[in-house]
């Protein structure tokens, strides 16, 4: 009797799965999408009813291959993607391309990668989901429309090479409004008043100042404005009483939130753990997938972190109790059951997210995950934990205070029960502040007086957590696709992050601008909206996909055509004078960023860096010095410095533009920097498939290959590897050089995209004797010079290496 397939979407289930099912099931992955629209052209016949071209993506057509033999032997094929619209779309086309030898073909969703859930999927195994499929497709045929006919216009008149997108566009207008905000303000000086007051009973106490002439104070609206207010205030309260005007005490109950949704997860990872939205779900992927947990094997932690539903399944509601009551005590399980309800318009196809067996604590499993892993997980059991207890309780005390002019208000805060706080480690350190025994009428002596000048501050620029929560509120993009879109904005250089904000690039300025003026409906954050909203329809079977696009394409193609003929030129001119032909500078993008351009071009080719300050002004900025490499130039004697091109790293003499002598360099296995010879290749070894000379070159981009010396007789070629394992567990993969577009070398896993592992630095094969990450990399600053670091975030270990090459010894 043949065996059923199931065919998941990561290949790290595979192993989870079988685990589960041992040797009745045969599983595989599709490892991620294997159709999707052609990459070199439109793809969709606008015609007849945006009737789409799939075609199976340029490297899947062995993964392709091998289902399709999988197939053919089996006897009911399952798929099991993740349980959302891509993974249905996954599902679909992997049908699509096997039901030409198996249409024995079923859907099966799993909320949790456990035993339990795989076999009741499987007892409950269904159709595919058509409705679901059309939504995700009527979205991606919308994302390619918009990118596919908005961008040439975008290339002719702001930069070849970016892009427009119909969600993200959305976006990027809210960070750019908000930075038009921030240059806008004009700050208000205020002066805050605070007073240290002692009555009968101790000890003193810090009032704010609440209230003046019978007027609540708020800085920009109602407050003490200069500095001769501030002085005349402080002489007429030095010389007045103070007396308590009302003392009020009240008993507050605080209840938990509920458990995480994948919006909040991003925020508070973001808030709490310094994480950005993609890393959070990178890091909950793997711990919903499953993680190597020692004893207990390869063990799902999470259950699935794409989600808008803060429902929770019964049966882990009863673990939840079962545990509260065992660790804490009766008092801190509420005497009902907590529901929480889900928003209006939320998905409620899968659970919050939470632990799949909450008896597995954080601290069971913190010595078997990495650091990320552990911190991440903590979070997520102690949200879920927390929302199923007891309410903490708080007993309150608000004391008014009279005197000249001025009413006084001061808050004292003392837990009386932790109640859910416990389990969240803020049981005893949520800060209390206890007031003395006060008496209405009571007179008080002022022992000080504080006044500060201060200045009102602009709304502030957006964190990831902030641009989340704004999304979510107004229902731009769904949970799933927050993460990506901030990846898009930072990618496409729209944006860049100072310290964790973002900060729209002048790029990101004008293709905002230029598409909130021309395609007014498509940046409108209504309308963006309202068309998640029929997305939704379509997958509730609500909506035809086709007369939705119908419809969109109504009003866009002949906006589209309006802005072709309409758009102009982005050319923005600045106050800086160019300091050769006297013309006004202009704002203008290149390859490598935006610059200052002569609008005397191309009679006048001068071009200066600047950056912009708080306010948005303008200011030039020097090059900097190259860092110096030790090496001489062999035409002057001058020092040579390693410089950047759009094809990489080389060698430049630091007397140009008198000696303009370049050369390549290559590190060694230490990172030491060599001249090279640029026409004489190393060779290294023999090649395996013709019998030639293996030759190190050189990438366009800057980074290190070998190939064949036959070429193109004999194409062979690999990449240059760094001798060093990936890092990555489970992974057999070993990182090798790499390039960016841009030229940067890195160094990434051979098994890349099964392995996305990479970092910047060469890596050397040393586990980090502070966390015990398994490799470290060789770095080189101005402050340190060369030393080893551990690249994995948050850990800061360096250790310095000696004029040698030797380690120092140092550690930080």
């Not at 949704?261 to 890393?279: E, P, Y």
């Amino acid at each position: 009797m043949p065996k059923d397939l199931i065919i998941v979407e990561s290949p790290a289930k595979v192993k989870t799965i079988s685990k589960f099912l041992g040797k009745d099931y045969m599983v595989d992955a599709s490892v991620g999408h294997v159709r999707d629209l052609p990459t070199r052209d439109l793809g969709v016949d606008e015609e007849n009813g945006f009737t789409p071209r799939y075609e199976v993506i340029q490297g899947k057509e062995d993964v392709v291959k091998r289902l399709k033999a999988a197939a053919k032997k089996a006897g009911t094929v399952y798929l099991a993607p993740d349980p959302d619209r891509e993974g249905e779309a996954i599902a679909w086309h992997v049908a699509e391309l096997l039901k030409p030898v198996n249409d024995n073909i079923r859907r099966i969703q799993f909320n949790e990668i456990t035993a339990r859930a795989v076999r009741e999927a499987l007892e409950n195994a269904q159709e595919l989901n058509e409705n679901l499929f059309d939504s995700q497709q009527a979205r991606r045929i919308l994302d390619r429309l918009v990118g596919y006919k908005i961008s040439p216009i975008l290339w002719k008149n702001v930069k070849r090479g970016i892009s427009a997108g119909r969600v993200q566009s959305v976006a990027l207008k809210l960070l750019v409004e908000r930075e038009k905000e921030r240059r806008a303000f004009t700050a208000d000086e205020y002066w805050p008043f605070k007073v240290l007051l002692e009555g009968e009973n101790p000890p003193p106490f810090w009032l704010e100042l609440h209230k003046l002439s019978d007027k609540t104070v708020k800085p920009g609206v109602n407050h003490i404005a200069s500095a001769d207010e501030a002085e005349a205030l402080q002489k007429t309260l030095e010389g007045g009483a103070f007396a308590v005007e009302s003392v009020q005490e009240k008993q507050r109950k605080r209840d938990p939130l509920p458990p995480f949704i994948t919006s909040t997860l991003q925020q508070d990872a973001n808030r709490r753990l310094g994480f950005s939205a993609k890393r959070t779900m990178s890091v909950a992927q793997r711990l919903y997938e499953g993680v190597e947990l020692g004893r207990r094997g390869t063990t799902a932690l999470i259950t699935y972190m794409r989600t808008d539903s803060v429902r929770i399944a019964k049966e882990a509601q009863e673990s939840a109790r079962e545990l509260i009551i065992d660790r804490f005590g009766a008092d801190y399980y509420p005497p009902k059951t907590r529901n929480f309800k889900t928003k209006g318009g939320a998905q409620d196809a899968h659970e919050a997210i939470r632990p799949v067996d909450v008896t597995i604590t954080p601290d069971e499993v913190k010595t078997l995950l990495p650091s990320e892993q552990y911190r991440l997980y903590r979070l997520i059991w102690q949200r879920f934990v927390a929302s199923q207890m007891a309410a903490a309780n708080f007993w309150d005390t608000t004391v008014l205070v009279k005197a000249p002019r001025t009413q006084w208000r001061a808050k004292g805060e003392r837990m009386l029960f932790p109640g859910f706080l416990a389990a969240m480690d803020k049981g005893t350190a949520e800060a209390e502040t206890e007031l003395p025994k006060l008496t209405e009428g009571e007179t008080l002596r002022l022992n000080e007086l504080k006044k500060e000048q201060k200045f009102t501050q602009p709304p502030p620029r957006y964190s990831e957590a902030s641009l989340v929560k704004t999304l979510e509120e107004l229902g731009i993009g769904r949970p799933s696709t927050y993460a990506a879109i901030i990846s898009t904005l930072l990618d496409r250089e729209y944006a860049r992050q100072e310290e964790k904000r973002f900060v729209p690039t002048e790029l990101g300025f004008i293709v905002s601008d230029q598409l909130s003026e021309h395609f007014e409906a498509l940046m409108d954050v209504g309308f963006t909206a309202r068309m998640e909203d029929l997305l939704d329809d379509v997958a509730a079977g609500k909506q035809d996909w086709v007369k939705l696009l119908k419809e969109f394409g109504d009003d866009f193609y002949p906006t589209l055509d309006k802005a072709r003929s309409g758009m102009a030129r982005s050319q923005q001119e600045t106050d800086i004078v160019c300091e050769n032909c006297g013309k006004p500078m202009a704002i203008k993008f290149g390859r490598t960023g935006e610059f200052l351009g002569c609008t005397g071009f191309p009679a006048c080719r001068t071009i200066k860096n600047f950056t912009r300050d708080e306010n948005g002004g303008i200011k030039v900025v020097e090059r900097e010095t190259p860092e110096e490499t030790g090496v001489e130039c062999d035409k002057c004697g001058r020092p040579m410095a390693i410089k950047q091109s759009r094809r990489g790293e080389f060698l430049g003499c630091t007397g140009y533009p008198d000696c303009k002598n370049i050369v390549n360099f290559e590190r060694d296995a230490e990172g030491k920097i060599t001249v090279v010879e640029a026409d004489k290749p190393k060779v290294v070894g023999v090649c395996p498939d013709c019998g030639g000379e293996l030759l190190l070159k050189k990438a366009r981009t800057g980074s290190r290959f070998i190939a064949c010396s036959n070429y193109p007789d004999c194409t062979y070629a690999e990449p240059f590897s760094t001798g060093v394992p990936c890092p990555e567990e489970g992974c057999t993969g070993e990182l090798v050089e790499k390039s960016s577009r841009r030229g940067k070398v890195f160094y990434s896993c051979s098994a890349y995209p099964k392995c996305d592992y990479a970092v910047w630095n060469w890596p050397v094969k040393e586990p980090c004797p502070k966390c015990g990450h398994p490799i470290l990399t060789r770095k080189t600053t101005r402050d340190k010079g060369e030393h080893l670091a551990c690249p994995r975030k948050g850990c800061g270990f360096t250790r310095g290496i000696d004029d040698n090459g030797e380690d120092s010894g140092d550690e930080g």
